[in-house]
């Protein structure tokens, strides 16, 4: 049994999953597993998986007879960890040799922190483009109102929806890794894991008082045409996200004011585009919730806000 866990759920990334592999064994905290779950991938993924595992008995490695879809097989990896601390480590990405020695204090030292994320560097090999990402402010401990006021409004910090860049509680996980999420066009979340991830953060969030910051770039995101976010259309990608927040303001969100500034947000996507899959109205982001009240001055400033962004947009060009 290890203190930490660190999840590599895997599908068809066998040009990429050595990178990811090593930078969880180049850890300098050494108590901790690798969990890797090989998704039926039709590549040469299960044989860089066994190469790795060969070489570190801290790698454990599983198959799926059939491919049971991505956030099953989230699950699949959790349920085999044996630690009490979780990193789940997309098979595209990378981590930095001080990722855990970093991130876990917080956890096994404060109760009331419910996750630590790092700064991040967004890297395209293709293009040699590398941006900082999810930077938030200093070092420290913050309030989860925070965390979550960002993620359903999109401000004022400039929080990650994904947990790649994460350390949580086992336990939590367990708990909110969701498979569906229902909504009213029928979209199946536990075979497209849009929005799945945002909800381990929002979930984990409601339950915890404070979440940790760390300003380095301890994690590196690759850019590339398989991704998810890159190979999504840009709006489907959005709505989808839209309606697992949607899911989480139905269900714990008490706060009349963000409730309404939430809202606002999405009477904006309906002009972008929400017509074309099903959404027509503000109330088809929900799945019971047919009452939905609009704040028109925090509106105001987000349509005011877009006009000057594609205003300068086109001047600097």
Same mark, same amino acid.
């Given at each position: 049994?290890?203190?930490?866990?660190?999840? *590599?759920?895997?599908?068809?990334?066998?040009?990429?999953?050595?990178?990811?592999? =090593?930078?969880?064994?180049?850890?300098?905290?050494?108590?901790?597993?690798?969990?890797?779950?090989?998704?039926?991938?039709?590549? %040469?993924?299960?044989?860089?998986? =066994?190469?790795?595992?060969?070489?570190?008995?801290?790698?454990?490695?599983?198959?799926?007879?059939?491919?049971?879809?991505?956030?099953?097989?989230?699950?699949?990896?959790?349920?085999?960890?044996?630690?009490?601390?979780?990193? *789940?480590?997309?098979?595209?990405?990378?981590?930095?040799?001080?990722? *855990?020695?970093?991130?876990?204090?917080?956890?096994? /030292?404060?109760?009331?922190?419910?996750?630590?994320?790092?700064?991040?560097? +967004?890297?395209?090999?293709?293009?040699? &483009?590398?941006?900082?990402?999810?930077?938030? /402010?200093?070092? %420290?401990?913050?309030?989860t109102g925070k965390y979550i006021e960002s993620s359903l409004l999109g401000r004022p910090l400039p929080v990650p929806v994904s947990p790649g860049n994460?350390?949580?509680?086992?336990?939590?996980?367990?708990?909110? @890794? $969701?498979?569906?999420?229902?909504? &009213?066009? /029928?979209?199946?979340?536990?075979?497209?894991? +849009?929005?799945?991830?945002?909800?381990?953060?929002?979930?984990?969030?409601?339950?915890?008082?404070?979440?940790?910051?760390?300003?380095?770039?301890?994690a590196s995101f690759r850019a590339h045409n398989d991704s998810i976010t890159i190979s999504s259309d840009s709006i489907k990608l959005t709505i989808l996200?839209?309606?697992?927040?949607?899911?989480?303001?139905?269900?714990?969100?008490?706060?009349?004011?963000?409730?309404?500034?939430?809202?606002?947000? $999405?009477?904006?996507?309906?002009?972008? %585009?929400?017509?074309?899959?099903? +959404?027509?109205?503000? =109330?088809?982001?929900?799945?019971?919730?047919?009452?939905?009240?609009?704040?028109?001055?925090?509106?105001?400033?987000? @349509?005011?806000?877009? $006009?000057?962004?594609?205003?300068?947009?086109?001047? +600097?060009?």
């Open positions: 049994m290890s203190t930490v866990s660190i999840l *590599i759920p895997v599908y068809n990334r066998e040009q990429l999953l050595g990178p990811c592999i =090593q930078s969880a064994l180049d850890q300098t905290v050494t108590d901790l597993e690798i969990v890797i779950v090989d998704n039926a991938s039709t590549d %040469g993924t299960w044989e860089v998986c =066994q190469q790795f595992a060969s070489r570190d008995q801290r790698v454990r490695i599983f198959r799926n007879e059939t491919n049971i879809g991505p956030v099953r097989n989230w699950r699949r990896c959790l349920d085999y960890a044996t630690g009490e601390y979780v990193k *789940i480590l997309w098979s595209d990405d990378l981590i930095a040799p001080t990722f *855990i020695e970093k991130t876990l204090p917080y956890l096994e /030292g404060y109760n009331d922190v419910g996750f630590v994320f790092t700064g991040t560097e +967004i890297f395209n090999n293709d293009t040699g &483009k590398r941006a900082r990402a999810y930077v938030i /402010g200093d070092t %420290g401990i913050y309030d994460a350390l949580f509680r086992k336990k939590d996980l367990e708990k909110n @890794i $969701l498979l569906d999420v229902p909504n &009213k066009i /029928g979209s199946d979340f536990k075979m497209h894991a +849009i929005g799945n991830d945002a909800l381990i953060y929002l979930l984990t969030a409601k339950d915890y008082p404070r979440f940790a910051f760390i300003n380095e770039s301890l996200y839209h309606i697992a927040k949607a899911y989480f303001v139905e269900n714990h969100i008490d706060d009349i004011n963000l409730r309404k500034k939430f809202n606002s947000r $999405l009477s904006l996507l309906l002009l972008k %585009g929400g017509k074309k899959m099903g +959404i027509r109205k503000i =109330q088809d982001f929900y799945f019971n919730n047919d009452k939905v009240d609009i704040d028109y001055l925090f509106l105001g400033t987000l @349509i005011l806000r877009k $006009l000057f962004k594609n205003f300068f947009s086109v001047f +600097i060009k």
